[in-house]
């Protein structure tokens, strides 16, 4: 594995289904809960990319498969949660990471921002979070409990300007995890929520911090003065998908950020 997992945390035996596996958070993921004994199933659009991370994952002694999967489609995801049923015999963490968000050239203010590029996040960021835990919530009941990690952003929190569809969808996830983790704590089935700050990957680097006067604009709001790594969200959710070290944990945004919505740098 490329990822290798400083924390330790037992999940052998449990099986956890990843959405939007194939980037670089997902991928963290998956491979950070196949190093503590889970069976992974790898959910993407992007196939090679999937059976490339299934492969590190097998090569490192890890169970792993990939399931093409397409969060908007009620439908099929009900099929492929029976599908990673049958092929690992239950299922107990859910962690809903698809997302997507508009380019820099699409950033707009609302009254000129694409109805198009709202419903395309929307539908993704909010709806696919929504739709995923609907079909697989069956699963994990049946299982008797487990846990749903629902991947928000700090932008979902302190909004960001001109990304008014990727705000408003991050803070629905925010609450629909709340109201959700109300509704299914009767039934032992625990749901948080990770608000990633700056992360660094290929997408981001090209973005913010191959300027140098953009990397440090974006730094001078981060107390720590760095981006973070994919596998912080790993540990992250390691944390929280688990049932010994977290238990008593649901309802709640774990915010991974460096220091960011503590108000750093924002002074007048």
């Not at 968000?101 to 203010?109: A, Q, S, T």
């Not at 220091?259 to 002074?267: D, E, F, I």
Request: proline share 4%; aromatic share 8%.
């Amino acid at each position: 594995m490329s990822f290798q997992s400083k924390m330790k945390v037992d999940y052998s035996g449990k099986t956890v289904v990843i959405t939007g596996a194939s980037g670089a958070i997902g991928s963290a993921m998956a491979e950070a809960f196949a190093a503590n004994g889970a069976n992974v199933a790898i959910g993407c659009r992007n196939i090679k990319k999937g059976n490339e991370i299934a492969e590190n994952i097998h090569a490192a002694g890890g169970i792993a498969k990939v399931f093409p999967l397409e969060v908007t489609d009620g439908e099929h995801l009900e099929k492929v949660a029976e599908e990673i049923e049958a092929e690992f015999g239950g299922i107990h963490v859910l962690v809903n990471n698809a997302g997507v968000n508009v380019g820099p050239e699409d950033r707009k203010p609302v009254y000129e921002f694409s109805d198009e590029k709202w419903s395309w996040i929307v539908g993704v960021d909010l709806d696919g979070t929504y739709k995923c835990s609907k079909a697989f919530i069956p699963y994990i009941m049946k299982a008797g409990g487990g846990n749903i990690i629902n991947i928000s952003s700090v932008v979902g929190m302190i909004p960001f300007r001109n990304q008014c569809a990727f705000t408003a969808a991050k803070a629905g996830v925010i609450n629909l995890s709340k109201a959700m983790a109300l509704e299914l704590a009767p039934e032992n089935i625990r749901v948080n929520v990770i608000a990633p700050g700056s992360i660094m990957f290929e997408g981001t680097k090209a973005l913010f911090y191959n300027d140098k006067k953009r990397a440090e604009a974006m730094l001078s709001h981060i107390p720590q003065n760095r981006p973070g790594d994919p596998s912080d969200i790993a540990n992250a959710a390691l944390y929280v998908g688990s049932d010994d070290a977290a238990s008593y944990l649901t309802g709640a945004v774990l915010t991974v950020d460096g220091g960011w919505t503590c108000g750093y740098a924002r002074n007048f």
